[in-house]
């Protein structure tokens, strides 16, 4: 079974950075992309970015390329979110989700930024 | 960045009937392999979003056969036959043909 879940959200100060994890198991963690999509309350889904096998190609959306960094561990099966400069912009579900056709999807993980 | 549009923002459906929802995309997501790269999520109420329809018409694995999607280069259905109390959520389509990804606004499905 595909599971992915995330943690390391809560409530951060306006400024400050937070990292997310998201810990993949139940399939070939190596052999796929993975990325990470966000849901501020009550809105819809926004794409953050993603990531490849091998951690050579990382695609982000414009708006926040400055702001949010995307890394894996193969060795680990684990996904990053290094999350920078945060404002209340920022507070949403994040969810980590498995590309290609973002088949699965975690659980999420609340951020809430603020002071 | 493509724009994904949809209509209606929300539908009410009878038990056992059947719903359809519209999207559009502002470029075409038809890829030079052949591929439409057009995708249907349905997000239930206080869960994560799981994945409906992939590649514009088939079906993920697990997913009733009373889903079906289908359309063009840039208009797109998603169709409920036989709308069921577990049908409940917000649907939302999405592109993955070019970064950024993008969603449509969502369509909220609630039973008369």
């Known amino acids: 079974e595909v599971k992915l879940v995330e943690s390391g959200g809560g409530l951060v100060q306006p400024g400050r950075s937070l990292k997310l994890s998201c810990a993949a198991s139940?399939?070939?963690?190596?052999?796929?992309?993975m990325g990470w999509v966000r849901q501020a309350p009550g809105k819809g889904l926004e794409w953050i970015g993603e990531?490849?096998?091998?951690?050579?190609?990382?695609n982000y959306t414009p708006s926040l390329k400055d702001k949010f960094t995307i890394s894996r561990d193969n060795a680990q099966n684990t996904l990053y979110l290094q999350m920078s400069k945060l404002g209340s912009e920022d507070t949403a579900i994040y969810y980590c989700?498995?590309?290609?056709?973002?088949?699965?999807w975690g659980q999420g993980v609340m951020v809430t930024v603020s002071s | 960045d493509i724009v994904m549009t949809q209509a209606p923002l929300s539908v009410s459906v009878t038990p056992g009937e059947s719903a359809s929802i519209s999207c559009r995309s502002s470029?075409?997501?038809?890829?030079?392999?052949?591929?439409?790269?057009v995708y249907w999520y349905l997000q239930k109420p206080g869960k994560s979003p799981q994945l409906l329809i992939y590649?514009?018409?088939n079906l993920a694995s697990g997913v009733p056969d009373r889903f079906s999607g289908s359309g063009s280069e840039t208009d797109f259905t998603l169709k409920i036959s036989r709308v069921e109390a577990e049908d409940v959520g917000i649907y939302y389509c999405?592109?993955?043909?070019?970064?950024?990804?993008?969603f449509g606004a969502g369509t909220k499905l609630e039973l008369k």
């Open positions: 989700a498995r590309i290609a056709a973002i088949d699965y």
């Open positions: 139940g399939f070939s963690f190596n052999d796929y992309w």
């Open positions: 990531i490849n096998q091998d951690s050579s190609t990382i």
């Open positions: 470029k075409s997501l038809l890829h030079s392999n052949g591929i439409t790269y």
């Open positions: 590649r514009m018409s």
């Open positions: 999405g592109q993955l043909l070019e970064n950024p990804y993008t």
